[in-house]
């Protein structure tokens, strides 16, 4: 049913059933009504009349059904103004409380409100996804923890790592991620019952003058809708602030995701890692060998559109008038949906990715190969000037001039890298042939990257996920509708 989903392109194909849901207006409806549900509650806990009929009625009919969404539409038709039209709905089911819904509040009460619950739940939503896609990574950087791997600066060769070190930069960038969201989403508080404006004057108008009760409805009703506490200050809406704080660690993400699916699509260009690609799949409608890295590009495309959605979130927030401007709601009714639906299809995506990237062993040792003899220059002089006491200056001009030869093979005539062999047959250095092969084993290159790799793992990533540990068991593999 098209209530139950948030209607986009982007959303209806790649999203989640659950981060649709949560933007649907059936979600939206319903939440609206558990408000009213709860206004009325702590109004009639602190003594004003509402009949148990009432309380009874609404709690039956907290979901809207098809005839009910039917109703709301003709209502807004009419009336132009959506929180009066589902006052009004609502009251035709629960006829005992159609006197008393929305008492007392704005229709901010309700849409702001609802907003925070679903900053919250989304928030939560992002931050399981996040984890399964940190332990999956994880698992990955451990099986390759000391596969020796060329690595790059200014995509130039550069000393060796190993495939699993790399793994653990995206991890930690994806650790930080999920602290930011974390900490954005236990910050969130509640706007509370507070008001046209702010100043509570309604409610202090239902309760007579008594300051006392009115504090403790707007904090029975925080409570009852599950947070623990609400802003102390409002004008008619929260600050438009509180989304760009949320808004802010969901577009960090994509930063994240941007920067690992780039390095995927690098090394595939390289050929030695791949995203997966599936048996029957097309990579090009005329060169039918290619092999595109089109879910790494998505996840590039995704995430900037992320960024942008940032942006949408500041120039709202700066450009509130006062106590409240409604220009701020049809931008909000879009960039809000859009941050979480994004961050959940390309967590989906990233789940996909590492759940099948394929490594390329032979294709990483044969670009080692081109390029380690050259790095292994410096422990063939220390060999050579420490254990077989020759002159330090006299060996580097040796093995520069080796160095520049086997240079002008691999870069003037398109050959291998020599350089192994030029030292082999070079009587200068026969007193280090029996060691060569120990100095140019790519594992003794790595640094302690194999050691990096498993105490970043054991003291930073287990205690992170240890709160997501039955979500990530559960976590079923993503498989995508390409």
Same mark, same amino acid.
């Given at each position: 049913?098209?209530?139950?989903?948030?209607?986009?392109?982007?959303?209806?194909?790649?999203a989640?059933?659950?981060?649709?849901?949560?933007?649907?207006?059936?979600?939206?409806?319903h939440?609206?009504?558990?408000?009213?549900?709860?206004?009325?509650?702590?109004?009639?806990?602190?003594?004003?009349?509402?009949?148990?009929?009432?309380?009874?009625?609404?709690?039956?009919?907290?979901?809207?059904?098809?005839?009910?969404?039917?109703?709301?539409?003709q209502?807004?038709?009419?009336?132009?103004?959506?929180?009066?039209a589902?006052?009004?709905?609502?009251?035709?089911?629960?006829?005992?409380?159609?006197?008393?819904?929305?008492l007392?509040?704005?229709?901010?009460y309700?849409?702001?409100n609802?907003d925070?619950?679903?900053l919250?739940?989304?928030?939560?939503?992002?931050?399981?996804?996040?984890?399964?896609?940190?332990?999956? !990574?994880?698992?990955?950087? +451990?099986?390759? @923890? /000391?596969?020796?791997? %060329? *690595? =790059?600066?200014?995509?130039?060769?550069?000393?060796?790592?190993?495939?699993?070190?790399?793994?653990?930069?995206?991890?930690?960038?994806? !650790?930080?991620?999920?602290? +930011?969201?974390? @900490? /954005?989403?236990?910050? %969130? *508080? =509640?706007?509370?019952?507070?008001?046209?404006?702010?100043?509570?004057?309604?409610?202090?108008?239902?309760?007579?003058?008594?300051?006392?009760?009115?504090?403790?409805?707007?904090?029975?009703?925080?409570?009852?809708?599950?947070?623990?506490?609400?802003?102390?200050?409002?004008?008619?809406?929260?600050?438009?602030?509180?989304?760009?704080?949320?808004?802010?660690?969901?577009?960090?993400?994509?930063?994240?995701?941007?920067?690992?699916?780039?390095?995927?699509?690098?090394?595939?260009?390289?050929?030695?890692?791949?995203?997966?690609?599936?048996?029957?799949?097309?990579?090009?409608?005329?060169?039918?060998?290619?092999?595109?890295?089109?879910?790494?590009?998505?996840?590039?495309?995704?995430?900037?559109?992320?960024?942008?959605?940032?942006?949408?979130?500041?120039?709202?927030?700066?450009?509130?008038?006062?106590?409240?401007?409604?220009?701020?709601?049809?931008n909000?009714?879009?960039?809000?949906?859009?941050?979480?639906?994004?961050?959940?299809?390309?967590?989906?995506?990233?789940?996909?990715?590492?759940?099948?990237?394929?490594?390329?062993?032979?294709?990483?040792?044969?670009?080692?190969?081109?390029?380690?003899?050259?790095?292994?220059?410096?422990?063939?002089?220390?060999?050579?000037?420490?254990?077989?006491?020759?002159?330090?200056?006299?060996?580097?001009?040796?093995?520069?001039?080796?160095?520049?030869?086997?240079?002008?093979?691999?870069?003037?005539?398109?050959?291998?890298?020599?350089?192994?062999?030029?030292?082999?047959?070079?009587?200068?250095?026969?007193?280090?042939?029996?060691?060569?092969?120990?100095?140019?084993?790519?594992?003794?290159?790595?640094?302690?990257?194999?050691?990096?790799?498993?105490?970043?793992?054991?003291?930073?990533?287990?205690?992170?996920?240890?709160?997501?540990?039955?979500?990530i068991s559960?976590?079923q593999?993503?498989?995508?509708n390409?």
């Amino acid at each position: 049913m098209e209530h139950n989903t948030y209607q986009t392109p982007l959303a209806s194909r790649y999203a989640s059933k659950e981060m649709s849901y949560l933007f649907s207006p059936a979600m939206r409806f319903h939440t609206w009504r558990k408000l009213w549900l709860n206004l009325a509650i702590a109004e009639k806990e602190l003594g004003l009349h509402i009949s148990d009929e009432a309380i009874q009625e609404m709690k039956l009919n907290l979901f809207l059904d098809e005839n009910q969404f039917k109703i709301a539409a003709q209502e807004e038709k009419k009336r132009r103004h959506d929180v009066m039209a589902h006052v009004h709905t609502f009251g035709t089911v629960a006829p005992a409380a159609a006197g008393i819904i929305h008492l007392g509040a704005t229709s901010c009460y309700v849409t702001d409100n609802a907003d925070l619950i679903f900053l919250r739940d989304g928030c939560n939503l992002v931050l399981d996804k996040l984890a399964v896609v940190i332990h999956r !990574l994880s698992a990955f950087a +451990a099986q390759y @923890r /000391a596969l020796p791997t %060329l *690595g =790059f600066t200014h995509f130039q060769p550069a000393q060796l790592t190993t495939v699993g070190k790399r793994a653990t930069l995206w991890i930690q960038e994806l !650790l930080w991620d999920l602290q +930011a969201i974390q @900490r /954005a989403r236990d910050d %969130l *508080g =509640f706007r509370g019952v507070k008001g046209t404006t702010g100043t509570q004057a309604s409610f202090l108008a239902l309760f007579h003058g008594d300051h006392e009760k009115v504090k403790a409805l707007d904090k029975r009703v925080t409570e009852l809708m599950g947070f623990s506490y609400a802003y102390p200050v409002s004008g008619q809406t929260y600050s438009r602030k509180i989304d760009v704080q949320v808004i802010a660690p969901l577009a960090s993400f994509g930063a994240t995701a941007h920067k690992i699916a780039t390095d995927i699509r690098l090394l595939a260009h390289l050929k030695e890692v791949e995203e997966p690609f599936e048996k029957d799949q097309i990579g090009s409608s005329a060169m039918a060998y290619k092999r595109n890295p089109m879910r790494c590009e998505r996840v590039c495309s995704l995430a900037r559109h992320l960024w942008a959605l940032q942006n949408n979130t500041l120039t709202t927030a700066g450009t509130q008038w006062f106590e409240r401007t409604l220009d701020d709601s049809a931008n909000r009714r879009i960039t809000i949906p859009e941050a979480f639906l994004t961050t959940d299809i390309l967590l989906s995506t990233l789940q996909n990715i590492s759940e099948g990237l394929v490594v390329y062993p032979m294709v990483i040792a044969s670009r080692i190969a081109q390029e380690l003899p050259f790095m292994a220059t410096e422990n063939i002089i220390m060999a050579m000037v420490e254990r077989h006491g020759a002159d330090r200056q006299e060996c580097h001009e040796a093995i520069r001039v080796l160095s520049h030869q086997a240079a002008k093979v691999v870069k003037d005539e398109g050959g291998q890298n020599d350089l192994v062999e030029r030292v082999r047959k070079d009587p200068y250095f026969a007193p280090v042939l029996p060691e060569l092969d120990g100095l140019l084993d790519a594992g003794t290159f790595v640094g302690r990257a194999p050691e990096q790799v498993d105490e970043f793992l054991a003291e930073w990533v287990q205690p992170a996920l240890e709160p997501y540990q039955s979500v990530i068991s559960g976590a079923q593999a993503v498989e995508l509708n390409v």
